[in-house]
Every structure is written in C-alpha cells, then in structure tokens.
C-alpha cells in the first residue's frame, strides 16, 4: 500500500497575464468564482483530499494570497459585533491551522517543473499533491481525493487526466498509453505539447497530479524542454519505468479559469450548483440568452 499523501504543492508565482488589468495588482489565483477565490478552492480540494500541510510557491505581488490565508481578528470581530455569524464561519471555516502553511518563493519563471523544484525541501522525501488553482474542477467527491484513492492501490504517479481534440493535443501533455481501462490508464510515456500528427493518444494531464519524490532527482538537472523551460511532464516522463504512472479520468467537470471565458462559465456553473443561486442564475441566463 503506498503511503498517504499528506502534503500539497500549489504553484502560485505566476503573473496571470490573460487576466490584465485585473491582476495588475492582484493575484490572479485570487480571481473570485461565484464568492471564493480560485486558491481556496484548490485548499479546501487538498484539505478535502486528507492533504495536512500546503506549500505556496510564491513570486513578486503575492501579498493577497498570503493575506487570505492569515486571520483577520478585526474583521471576525466586526462581524460578531453585528451578529453576522453566517460570515464568521464563512471566513474561518476552512482556514488551516497554525503550521499547516509554508510558503516558498520562485524567483525566476522558469517554468512548472522549476516551481515545484523550488518545493523540494518541504515535501522532503514522500508522496506529494500539486494542484494548478486555474484548473477548477466542479464534483460530487473532490477530484484530488479520487486521485488519491487510486494512488493508495497503484502508488508511484497519478495525474487527472481528460481527452482532448486531437487538434488540442499541442497545449497539454499526453499519455503514451499501455493500458486503458476506460477509467485509469497506465501509461508506459509522457510527451508534452505534441503536434497533432505525432501524438501518442489524445489524453491530457489537467492540473492535478501526485507524484512520488523521485521526481526531485530529475529536476535537479534543470534541464529545459517545450517553451525553454522546466517541464514537469518531462520530468515525470524521465521516472517512468522506475515509478508507475497512472491517469485518472475523474468525475466531474473542469474549467479553465486560466482563460476569460473558462472563468466566466466556472462562474455559472458553480452559481447553478448551489441550491442559493441556482434559480436567480437560471433566471439571469435566460435574460441574457432570449
């Protein structure tokens, strides 16, 4: 039985330049969904998933994120003053504990796999999470907690996966598939942003993964792949056959919220999915839509 995935990795330095000017001076992981910020989702993902201690790898302009993740007594008490205890549990209940929080910089934007690299001495040597907060994924059981259910029976790697286009396949990366169940795939490689004609199947890495620490050897070399950075997948591709590789087609729907329209439709949907909003975000729709 591999061991428990008890650490979570969210790679945050990015300057989400899709999103100007919003994020001129906010980070984009704090671009609010419905009424949370994307971070928060991907926290209470990795809380949701048994994940006891998160690491921020952070850059420049970060302020906010770190903000958000530290009390604010006078607000809490603002809010006890006027009785508003609705809010005070909707701004503490799902605040970590003292301790559960570190935070690492990214000095340079050398890519994902350097992010995570820069994490290294936190996750030490055990399995951990990474979870990208603009891959938002709406389900019934939180997607990183199905993932890790099946890292408990196959250990090594385990990444969410979906199909694509195969018109799409140069954006992600993709399986080089052995095995495929219809529901876990067990793949014998990884190519990352492959043209169409040469591209081993149409099953992409979306932004959540467990790794096994081995990962850390590879990165160490900072080698460079797509775009002149660090490539996490190629790193990852490099442990295959030593560590084994699964991808999980999950349940549930996932939104680019990295992309202007993804986080609009994130915002309906998730607005549809709450028994508080649904019908004024029907009513809304339809306004729009006739």
Known sequence: MARRVRKAVFPV???????L?????????????VDKPLI????????????????????????ALEDHFDNNPELVRTLKDRGKFDLVEAVTSWMPKS??????????PLGLGHAVWCARDLVADEPFAVLLPDDLILSKTACLKQMAAVHTEVGGHVVAVSDVPREHTKRYGILDVEFDNGRLAKAKGLVEKPDPEVA????????????????FDVLDKKEKGAGGEIQLTDAISQTIGMVPFHGLRFEGQRFDCGDKVGWLEANLAFALARDDMAEAARELITRFHG
């Open 40 to 63: 928060q989702y991907a926290v209470e993902e990795a809380a949701a998933a048994g994940c006891e201690h998160f690491i921020f790898v952070t850059g420049r302009g970060k302020n």
């Open 99 to 108: 301790g559960q929080i570190s935070y690492t910089r990214q000095s340079e």
């Open 13 to 19: 330095g990015g300057m989400g330049t899709r999103f």
């Open 21 to 33: 000017p919003a994020t001129k001076a906010m980070p984009k992981e704090m671009l609010p969904v």
């Open 200 to 215: 081993p199947s149409t099953l992409s890495i979306i932004g959540r993964y467990i790794l096994h620490p081995a990962v």
